[in-house]
């Protein structure tokens, strides 16, 4: 096997993709030292590693997105946006008053709370890429809710929420609607922000099993045999002693 068909077989079980040039990155690195360390070619590094399968199926068990979906953050703000635009007309109602107002604020609080639960569940960080997904999934969410509520609507009375008659929907007030859906892209936006860093003690690298071995720890070497034990993936590039002994066994 190739280094290219190698790394492209471990990222394709990893649905993360925003660190799949990490994975290919540390990998890579790990298979050159090996390489030329050893004095092996570039394919037999390669088979040292092991079944990049189950490597990639360890990788993703460490970083899981939400919903277990490559678009899992794209869903997740789609999902978290649709409540509120559903709950619009009795948010708009508590926000007449300064007390329903400060009452709004924190229900709106405490259901972002809730939805960065499931970010801070996952092993995801803080990309310009993740954030943009955050904000199309945040986007999309509110569009397709308003739509489908005003399609709705046209069963009882055109334009009005249907349960609740004396509310219009956004969606039928162009600029409101527009205003409306950029506010919610920000509001997804702002908690994905928040749950990442509140998460931000979990990063990339770790005790990620390899080749289905047991784990010889070495200080922070980490050496992982294979089936046959004739081969290991050293976590920070370094050689220990275990990996000699499985060499020479």
Known sequence: MTLYDFLEEVCRHVKYR??????????????????ESEGFTTEQAVAMMGDPAEIGKNINKAYRMPFNCRYGI????AAAAAPLCLAYPFLKALSDTNIGFAAMLIIIAAYGSLCGFIIRRSNVRLTLRDILSAAAGGLCGTLITLAAVYVASLLFTKGVYPYCQNVRILFGIKLTAVIFAVIMMMWSVFVYFCSCKAASNKRFGGHVPINGGAVVYDDD???VPNITGGAAWIYNGKYSDELRKLKNR
């Open 221 to 223: 070497i980490i050496v």
């Open 18 to 35: 925003s660190i799949h040039n990490d994975i290919r990155d540390e990998l890579s690195s790990h298979i050159y030292e090996i390489k």
């Open 74 to 77: 794209e869903i997740w703000a």
